[in-house]
C-alpha cells in the first residue's frame, strides 16, 4: 500500500511537531530547518505516547515509548482504516485525561496526523469546523489541505465508516 502521495507545491513544514492543545502535538518525519533545508524529525523521549500513521525505520522513538502505529494513505480510507484512526483519536484523549503528552504524526504533519488529531478534538466537544481551524492555525495552513479527509471530519468519523462499509 502507498501511504505517500506526491505533494508537489506543499512546503514542508517549519518545525518537526507542534502543540495543538496542552499535551497533545501534531507532526511529521520530515521539516524545513533554519537554513531552509530538509531536515528529519526523530522522536525520542520527548512524548509520553507517539502515534504514527507513515512508519519509517530510525524516526523513534526510543525504546520504552509506548508507539501506536497505523500506517494508512493519504488518500481515501476503507471502513478498517477509519476505524484505526477512530482508536488512535480516542486513545490520545485517554492519555490526555491521565496528564500524558502526545505525538500524532505523519509525514508532513499535515493530513493523515490532522484527521486524528481533528476527530480526538472532536471527541472532546470541538465541532469539525474549529477543530480544522484550530489545527491550521497552531500546525500550518496547509495542516487538513486533503479535502476528503475535511469531508470525512464534518460527515463525522462513524458517519464516514459506515458508507465506506457499504462501499465495499
Not at 506526491?6 to 517549519?14: A, E, F, T
Not at 511537531?17 to 530547518?33: A, C, D, Q, S, T
Not at 500513521?53 to 509506548?66: A, E, Q, S, T
Not at 492519555?95 to 493530513?111: E, F, I, P, Q
Request: glycine residues 10%; charged residues 20%.
Amino acid at each position: 500500500m502507498r501511504t505517500r502521495r506526491n505533494q508537489s507545491g506543499v512546503p514542508s513544514p517549519d518545525a518537526p511537531w507542534n502543540e495543538i492543545v496542552p499535551g497533545l502535538w501534531m507532526g511529521g518525519h520530515e521539516f524545513r530547518g533554519r537554513a531552509g533545508q530538509r531536515q528529519f524529525a526523530v522522536a525520542r523521549d520527548e512524548f509520553d505516547l507517539v502515534q504514527t500513521l507513515l512508519r519509517l525505520p530510525g524516526h523513534g522513538p526510543d525504546p520504552g515509548v509506548p508507539h501506536q502505529v497505523w500506517p494508512i494513505p493519504d488518500g481515501p480510507l476503507d471502513g478498517t482504516q477509519l476505524a484505526g484512526v477512530m482508536r488512535l483519536a480516542q486513545a490520545a484523549c485517554e492519555a490526555l485525561d491521565g496528564g500524558r503528552t502526545v505525538l500524532v504524526r505523519c509525514w508532513h504533519g499535515y493530513n493523515r496526523s490532522g484527521l486524528v488529531v481533528a476527530h480526538a478534538l472532536m471527541l472532546r466537544g470541538d465541532s469539525a469546523d474549529a477543530a480544522i481551524r484550530l489545527i491550521r492555525s497552531r500546525r500550518s495552513p496547509w495542516a487538513l489541505h486533503n479535502e476528503l479527509f475535511v469531508e470525512y471530519l464534518k460527515a463525522g468519523l462513524s458517519t464516514a465508516r459506515l458508507l465506506e462499509e457499504l462501499a465495499e
